[in-house]
């Protein structure tokens, strides 16, 4: 059972939006603002795509954002288009004294 | 920046293995250094961190049986596992950030990956 946790599947026409929840506690969503999301294609290393709940790094697509209320972030695609389709993980860096970083179980989105 | 990951194999359960994850173009004593893993077909676990200044962590489920270490001539971070288990089986992954996102705490740098099977 992952820490964070996240719907298993999500889908979504062409030039949709979608959003994306990740529910934590107060030790580690709920704690900082040190939320992450990650995309991750078939055979390939994720790649960060948000950090600092809502801060997208350089060459990620502006379609992509973040939020988070309380214990749950939340990442929404504008657009989609058929590269959106992966695998997406939220993440936490957390103020536990042993797991410094947790992960959601992940979210399959499938661009119909 | 790139990270390459090596050791992995097929290990009888209780049998060890010794990953490396060489860097390029960064120093892996500048940062935080993370061992990541995800079993087949399943989400990203994380499994130990090893920071600049030497404090080092694991997660509960390899306590007592992974070590993480790094040799700053060699610019290599590894991962001694140890009494190896089938639930260890995974592809294991080196990841850090890039100095600029560093105060974030992201892992926006990962490499290819090391797949470990733990079997008889």
């Known amino acids: 059972q992952s820490a964070l946790t996240q719907p298993a599947s999500v889908s979504g026409s062409p030039g949709q939006s979608i959003t994306i929840s990740c529910t934590g506690t107060s030790t580690d969503v709920g704690a900082y603002n040190y939320v992450f999301w990650y995309q991750q294609h078939p055979d390939k290393a994720p790649e960060l795509i948000i950090y600092d709940v809502s801060n997208r790094p350089s060459g990620v697509s502006f379609r992509f954002s973040g939020s988070k209320s309380g214990n749950t972030a939340s990442l929404t695609i504008s657009g989609l288009q058929a590269e959106d389709e992966a695998d997406y993980y939220c993440?936490?860096?957390?103020?536990?004294?042993?797991?410094?970083?947790?992960f959601g179980g992940g979210t399959k989105l499938t661009v119909l | 920046v790139q990270l390459v990951e090596s050791g992995g194999g097929l290990v009888q359960p209780g049998g060890s293995l010794r990953l490396s994850c060489v860097a390029s173009?960064?120093?892996?004593?500048?940062?935080?250094m993370s061992w990541v893993r995800q079993a087949p077909g399943k989400g990203l676990e994380w499994v130990s961190v090893l920071y600049s200044g030497g404090d080092i962590y694991y997660a509960d489920s390899v306590k007592g049986r992974f070590t993480i270490s790094r040799d700053n001539s060699k610019n290599t971070l590894y991962l001694q596992m140890n009494n190896l288990r089938p639930d260890d089986t995974a592809l294991y992954y080196c990841a850090t950030s890039t100095p600029v996102l560093k105060r974030y705490y992201p892992f926006d740098v990962w490499g290819q990956g090391t797949m470990v099977t733990v079997s008889a």
């Open positions: 993440s936490s860096y957390t103020s536990s004294s042993t797991s410094h970083w947790v």
């Open positions: 173009e960064f120093t892996v004593s500048s940062n935080y």
